[in-house]
T-cell receptor
Framework: DAKTTQPNSMESNEEEPVHLPCNHS???????IHWYRQLPSQGPEYVIH???SNVNNRMASLAIAEDRKSSTLILHRATLRDAAVYYC???????????FGTGTSLTVIP | NAGVTQTPKFRILKIGQSMTLQCTQD?????MYWYRQDPGMGLKLIYY???????DKGEVPNGYNVSRSTTEDFPLRLELAAPSQTSVYFC??????????????FGPGTRLTVL
């Protein structure tokens, strides 16, 4: 499975938008891009996923570069509850395994 | 639905002891997974199962065994515990849906210390 690269940490002010980047330069044509987040002392939870087109759901938006070598998770208005580690993961449509990197630790400042 | 439940929540083992971490899901998911998470690190897949009677190794299977006799249960067995197995263990389940989503639902984790 292809690897992803994310910044170790980011900060955001409360109620401001947050853009979390992810590089995946070796992505293949059949890899889906998944984002999960892990709140302190909890298991990860699903945020969003996409293949080629930008995606929106109630939690976030996912912007995928045209060449698919990078993507950005967008939280439109950060809240204190969004403080978590965010993982960008690639998964082949035929594969059953997720490879979690070390993720980006997001701090939200009140 | 309770989702994915794990027992115990915490456990301390002595080197060489054995134990089984229990995982149960009530969502009728075919896929189940065991991960470990070391401090400050991401999750690493230990074993997974795509259905009852079928299991396969993940990234870090050494020192562990699994079985899947029912859809609901996926126990993880540690034989001859070692300090390197000190970690938080997460169980997850999922079902493939259209659109490539394999959303995994995670349990609350078991914190294991081997001394």
């Amino acid at each position: 499975d292809a690897k992803t690269t994310q910044p170790n940490s980011m900060e955001s002010n409360e109620e401001e938008p947050v853009h979390l980047p992810c590089n995946h330069s070796t992505i293949s044509g059949t890899d889906y891009i998944h984002w999960y987040r892990q709140l302190p002392s909890q298991g990860p939870e699903y945020v969003i996923h996409g293949l080629t087109s930008n995606v929106n759901n109630r939690m976030a938006s996912l912007a995928i570069a045209e060449d698919r070598k990078s993507s950005t998770l967008i939280l439109h208005r950060a809240t204190l509850r969004d403080a978590a580690v965010y993982y960008c993961i690639l998964r082949d449509v035929a594969g059953n395994q997720f490879y979690f990197g070390t993720g980006t630790s997001l701090t939200v400042i009140p | 639905n309770a989702g994915v439940t794990q027992t115990p929540k915490f456990r301390i083992l002595k080197i060489g002891q054995s134990m089984t971490l229990q995982c149960t899901q009530d969502m009728n998911h075919n896929y189940m997974y065991w991960y470990r998470q070391d401090p400050g690190m991401g999750l690493k897949l230990i074993y997974y199962s795509v259905g009852a009677g079928i299991t396969d190794k993940g990234e870090v299977p050494n020192g562990y065994n699994v079985s899947r006799s029912t859809t609901e249960d996926f126990p993880l067995r540690l034989e001859l515990a070692a300090p390197s197995q000190t970690s938080v263990y997460f169980c997850a389940s999922s079902d493939l849906t259209s659109g490539g989503n394999n959303e995994q639902f995670f349990g609350p984790g078991t914190r294991l210390t081997v001394l």
